[in-house]
Each structure stands twice: as structure tokens, then as C-alpha cells.
């Protein structure tokens, strides 16, 4: 059976598993005596095994199948949860992790080599290397059967059917045995009906059985025919037949029970009703897809909106503005389906603070708001890397060792709190710790030492400016490399990263309370409101939500500061930029006397830029350069217009 066709589902619910596995885990951790907890890790394992053996994986098998013994341990009370049990569970989990990695990577589990990892496993359950098989003997009374069950062979051996009790002994080492109990029965019911099991199939299904099954079944074939065909299934060590003849006395011995499993039986049977799933797996790239053709009938609804002939036509026009609201309408829709819960992002957090907290020998309590706030599906998959970044930031140069906050009269654990919310059309991802702060100080003298700037020309930095150096290249403050930090790589990662996203990152520090790492992105890289405005014979859209205000100034109003043009508006110098300038392109006329500028910000900061004219609101389509003109200053990519005609999106956060 070609099982690739599985693959994407496998990877997909491999990595649920994982997830889960990892939270709980870490819920264990806290409280320890949890049973239900300790029960939902071992069927999420055994989930996790049955799906890598039914695939093939037998090194995701034998693992899962080394933590399952673990948790077999805890259940039975054989094992204590302590801090060396949850590390050698993590380790597992880490170990699954690799070869789920390199499945996604390369269709095979790699070369991770886990037999010191079994090893120290069976070594803390105190088992031997190498168990022997144990023999049983297979001679055992006869089952019990209720009466509904004693029917059943009364009927059959009235029609000549032989009734026979069947025990099979699996191999103590079979690392799946639910799976060969599955092909045991789907063996038995080939030549009749089984009519009793010992265990119960919901047990044989959960794993809950040592290594013996006893059936009885009702068949028309003879006993060696069966036996031979039992033997043919891998891993079987031995069967057992005889051939039963129960009277009606036996009925006696269902006793009370029988209404009591008959009723359960019932309840059973009720609550597994088949329940049709109210959601489903949709690839990415068929988003993408659905995404691009919302994208067309935009552009096609703007051309139609652009038509002249068209809007003297009172009837089309009133069809062309329920064209509009069915395409917006139609976009959000969309836009909905392609949102996911930023928890996927924040889930990995908690494992990595303890981890770091654990190896920096630090008191850390995490603390996570919003972890429901949706973003679209590309921001999610690129704003994992900076965040990691910042809380590897906050952990190692923000809160302090456990003792110095104590001299400083703060509580002994330190806090991060990782924040996500929606502010307008923008989401907001904070990061804020109640460490020591950024030292401000100790930053100039870093710049100063690297060599980024002199003295003289830090002098007229403000403390914003100051902090917005730890987002240089190669800057640290860290006094010692370590596989933490030290090499100057992480913030100036973090802030290209959101700034490639279209977002932006503000910092507000202050020494010895804290910082705040503020991350502000748009909801959507596919679809946004702009602004179009003209420069020359050129088009150009501006983001509607980077947009403060739109203002008329006079020529004679522009001052020079520092070789840059100023002008004063309410009170606040607003520097100016001369669009053609930046483009180097043309204006319609020079030395107006009055100009239109365009009010933009980047957090705080204003900035003014001057065009030719005004065009007016538009819903506009993004759509990438491509990789050969990827990187180019002050666009941030393209749209297509009503006419037909390409018109540049400006990238405003370049322009500051």
C-alpha cells in the first residue's frame, strides 16, 4: 500500500500530538499527582505510536513505546514524578521532534541514534536488557458468557455450528500488540463470529492487556484450520483451541451481571454514535489559491468601477455596487478562513523558559494574555523567529539571577509576560519583563568600543535613539559568548523579520523596573485599504493604516534643520520627504506654492511626504516583485490597478 498519500496527515497530527504531549508534560510538572493528566499523556503517546508503526517508523515506535513503559510506571505507582522523570520524558519528546523534522525534510527518520536514551529508561524502571519471554501455560477455565451470549452458541449449535474457545499468547516484545490483536481478530472473524473477548475490545484498542487474549467464537471450520492460519500472524507465540459445549445450566452463572453489561452495552453503544466533524483540513496552498482568485475579481470589480460608460448606466450601477459589497464580503470571508489563533505561535514558549530558566540557573514565571487572537496564516509562520529572540532577550539580559533581585527588593521569580491583541487593523505582540532594564550607558559605550559611531555624534542621540542601537548588526552587550547570545545576532534579526512583514518594533525600557519589546503588525499581507496619490506620470499606493492625516502646506513654511527640510505643523516639527527625491522621479511642476503632504508614522515618529496629487481610497492587491527585485528601498511591492497598469506600494517605515 502506498502510504504517501498519508503522509501530510501524519506529519500534521504528529505535530498536534507533540504539542500536547509538550503541555502537558509541563502541567505534570506542577502538579504531579495529577492521574488524569498521567492518563492523557499515555493515550496521547499511544496515539502517536500506533500512527508511526502503521507508517513504518520504527524508531518513532520503539521510543513512544519506551515513554508509554514510563507512564505504565507512574500509573502503576512503580515510578515517582520528580524532576529526572519529566527530563527523561522531555528528552523523548525532543528525540520524536528530530525524527518528525526530518520525515517533513527528507521522508526518512534520520540517523538520531536514541539507545542511550532507552537505556537510562529501562535503567530508572529497573529492567534487564534483554527479557526472556516467559512461558504460560495455556490451560485455563472456561469463560463466562451473559445470556445474551449463551443464546448466540445455543443458536449455532442447534444449525451444527462448533463453538470453540481460542487463546492466542503474543510476543512479551511486540511493540504494537493492539495492532496485532486488530489482525487476530480480523483473522478470526474470516471463518466466524466472535461472540466473547478477554479483555474487552475497548481494552485490546487502549493496550490495556498483557500478553494472553481469549476469544470465543462460533464457526463452521475445524479448529486446526484456524489454529494453522492464527500461527501464520507475526509475533504470535502460541494458540490454544477447545471446543465448548455450554448447557443451558450455564446460565445461572451470568448471575446479576448480565443486566448490568447488557445496560452498559446499550450506553456504550449510544455514546459512540458516529459524530460528523465540523472541521476540516485545508492544505495552505489551496488558501493561497482561493486568496489570488478573491485578489482578480477585485481587480476586475475596480476596472468595471473605472468604466465611464458603465456609470451612466443607472441599472449597472446599482448591480456593480452589489458587486462591491458581495466582494468585500467575500474577502472577509476569506481572510477569516485563512486566521489562526496565535496560540500556535505562543505554545512553544512554555517549554523554552523552563529549559532556558533551568540552564541559567534563573527563577522565571511566564505569563501568557491573548493567546486567541487570530492572524493570518503568513504572519504566523514568520513571526516565530523573532519572538524567540525577544523572550531569549528578555530571559538572559533582562531578568536577573535569583539573589540579586532579592538585594533589590524584588520578588525572587522573575516575570515575562507574553501579550497578543488587536489595536484596529493591526495585531500587537508584546514581550515585557521586570528585569533590570536596558543600561543606556552601557549601550553608548558599546557603540562607541564597536565602532558604529563616535562620541561626538552620540551626543546628539536622544534615550529612544540610544535603544534603537541594540537592533544594529553585530551589537551586544552581553560580556561573555555563549550559546545564548553574545554574538550580536538576534534583535537586528527581529527587527528586519517585522519589518519585512510590513510591522514594526518599539521598545520602552526603564532601568531597574523593566522593558517592553512592542511588536505591531497588519492583519493581512494579501489584501489592505490605500491610499493612491501621483507623482509625475506615476501612481503610487500608501498603506491607509500607516496614514495619520493629509495636510496642505505652504512653500514658504519649509525650514531647513540640519540640511534636512522641517516645517512646523501644531506646534511640531514635521521633517519632510521629497518622494521624488527618494524615487528619483519626476515632478509635474516644481516650485508650487502650495504642496499636498502626506502625514505617515512609524510608532511614534511623523514624517511628511510630498506629492504631486491625490487620487483617492482603493482596496489594492499586493502582489510580490519576485525574488530578483526583492530587497529594494522604499517598496514594498505592487498592485494592479483598475486600467490595467502596475502601481508601486511605497514601504513608509524606509522612509524615516
Not at 314 to 325: D, G, I, S
Not at 390 to 404: F, K, S, T, V, Y
Not at 533 to 558: D, F, H, M, Q, R
Request: with cysteine.
Amino acid at each position: 500500500m502506498d502510504l504517501n498519500q498519508f503522509m501530510e496527515i501524519f506529519l500534521e497530527e504528529s505535530s498536534e500530538h507533540l504539542e500536547s504531549l509538550n503541555n502537558s508534560l509541563l502541567e505534570l510538572e506542577k502538579t504531579p499527582g495529577d492521574r488524569k493528566l498521567v492518563d492523557e499523556i499515555f493515550r496521547v503517546s499511544h496515539t502517536l505510536k500506533g500512527m508511526a508503526g502503521t507508517m513504518g517508523f520504527n524508531k518513532m515506535a520503539e521510543l513512544t513505546h519506551e515513554m508509554e513503559n514510563m507512564l505504565d510506571g507512574i500509573r502503576r505507582s512503580n515510578l515517582t514524578v520528580d524532576t529526572a522523570v519529566i527530563d527523561l520524558l522531555f528528552e523523548c519528546l525532543d528525540g520524536l521532534q528530530v525524527y518528525v523534522n526530518s520525515i517533513a525534510n527528507e521522508g526518512i527518520e534520520g540517523g538520531l541514534d536514541t539507545t542511550a536514551l532507552v537505556n537510562r529508561i529501562k535503567k530508572m524502571l529497573n529492567r534487564k536488557e534483554d527479557s526472556e519471554p516467559t512461558e504460560k501455560n495455556c490451560e485455563t477455565e472456561k469463560l463466562k458468557l451473559n445470556s445474551h451470549e449463551l443464546t448466540v452458541l445455543e443458536k449455532a449449535l442447534e444449525q451444527g455450528i462448533s463453538g470453540y474457545q481460542i487463546e492466542v499468547k503474543i510476543d512479551p516484545g511486540c511493540m504494537l500488540k493492539a495492532a496485532r490483536a486488530f489482525i487476530l481478530f480480523n483473522t478470526l472473524e474470516k471463518y466466524g463470529e466472535v461472540i466473547k473477548s478477554e479483555p474487552s475490545v475497548e481494552d485490546i484498542e487502549d493496550e490495556k492487556f498483557k500478553d494472553t487474549i481469549r476469544v470465543v467464537i462460533i464457526s463452521k471450520y475445524d479448529s486446526e484450520r484456524i489454529a494453522k492460519d492464527v500461527m501464520g500472524i507475526s509475533e504470535i507465540l502460541d494458540v490454544a483451541i477447545q471446543r465448548i459445549d455450554y448447557e443451558t445450566e450455564n446460565r445461572e452463572n451470568a448471575g446479576e451481571d448480565i443486566k448490568n453489561n447488557d445496560e452498559n452495552d446499550y450506553k456504550a453503544s449510544a455514546v459512540k454514535k458516529n459524530i460528523t466533524g465540523k472541521t476540516v483540513r485545508v492544505d495552505i496552498d489551496r488558501l493561497d489559491n482561493l486568496m489570488n482568485l478573491v485578489s482578480e475579481l477585485i481587480i476586475i470589480k475596480t476596472r468595471l468601477e473605472e468604466n465611464g460608460s458603465i456609470k451612466e448606466n443607472a441599472n449597472t450601477n446599482e448591480a456593480l455596487e452589489y458587486l462591491e459589497r458581495i466582494t468585500t464580503n467575500l474577502h472577509d470571508a476569506v481572510m477569516k478562513v485563512r486566521m489562526v489563533p496565535i496560540e500556535r505561535v505562543f505554545n512553544r514558549f512554555p517549554r523554552m523558559v523552563r529549559d532556558l530558566s533551568k540552564e541559567l540557573g534563573k527563577e522565571i514565571n511566564l505569563f501568557m494574555y491573548g493567546e486567541e487572537t487570530e492572524v493570518d496564516r503568513t504572519v504566523i509562520d514568520e513571526i516565530g523567529d523573532p519572538l524567540i529572540h525577544l523572550m531569549r532577550n528578555a530571559i538572559d539580559h533582562g531578568i536577573e539571577q535569583a539573589g540579586e533581585r532579592v538585594k533589590l527588593q524584588k520578588a525572587k521569580e522573575g516575570k515575562v509576560v507574553l501579550r497578543a491583541y488587536h489595536d484596529g487593523n493591526t495585531v500587537v505582540i508584546e514581550v515585557e519583563d521586570d528585569g533590570k532594564g536596558i543600561d543606556v550607558e552601557g549601550v553608548l559605550r558599546k557603540a562607541v568600543d564597536n565602532g558604529l559611531y563616535t562620541e561626538q555624534q552620540l551626543e546628539k542621540f536622544s534615550s529612544e535613539d540610544i535603544i534603537q542601537l541594540i537592533f544594529e548588526p553585530g551589537f551586544s552587550t552581553a560580556k561573555t559568548i555563549s550559546d545564548l547570545s553574545g554574538r550580536g545576532v538576534g534583535l537586528d534579526v527581529v527587527k528586519t523579520k517585522i519589518e519585512s512583514l510590513g510591522g514594526l518594533v518599539e521598545v520602552d525600557s526603564k532601568k531597574g523596573i523593566g522593558s517592553k519589546f512592542v511588536i505591531r503588525l497588519p492583519l493581512t499581507l494579501a489584501i489592505i485599504q490605500a491610499l493612491l496619490i501621483g507623482l509625475g506620470n506615476e501612481n503610487y499606493a500608501i498603506p491607509l493604516n500607516s496614514i495619520k492625516e493629509i495636510v496642505t502646506i505652504k512653500e514658504s513654511s519649509v525650514k531647513s534643520v540640519q540640511n534636512k527640510e522641517v516645517v512646523l505643523l501644531r506646534g511640531e516639527l514635521l521633517p519632510l520627504v521629497r518622494l521624488d527625491k527618494e524615487l528619483g522621479a519626476e515632478r509635474e511642476t516644481e516650485n508650487q506654492q502650495e504642496m499636498t503632504v502626506v502625514v505617515v508614522r512609524k510608532g511614534e515618529k511623523l514624517a511628511g511626504i510630498v506629492v504631486d496629487r491625490l487620487i483617492g481610497q482603493q482596496e489594492i492587491v499586493i502582489k510580490s516583485l519576485g525574488k530578483y527585485l526583492s530587497g529594494i528601498r522604499c517598496i514594498a511591492g505592487a498592485t494592479i490597478l483598475g486600467d490595467g497598469r502596475v502601481s508601486l506600494i511605497l514601504d513608509t517605515n524606509s522612509l524615516f
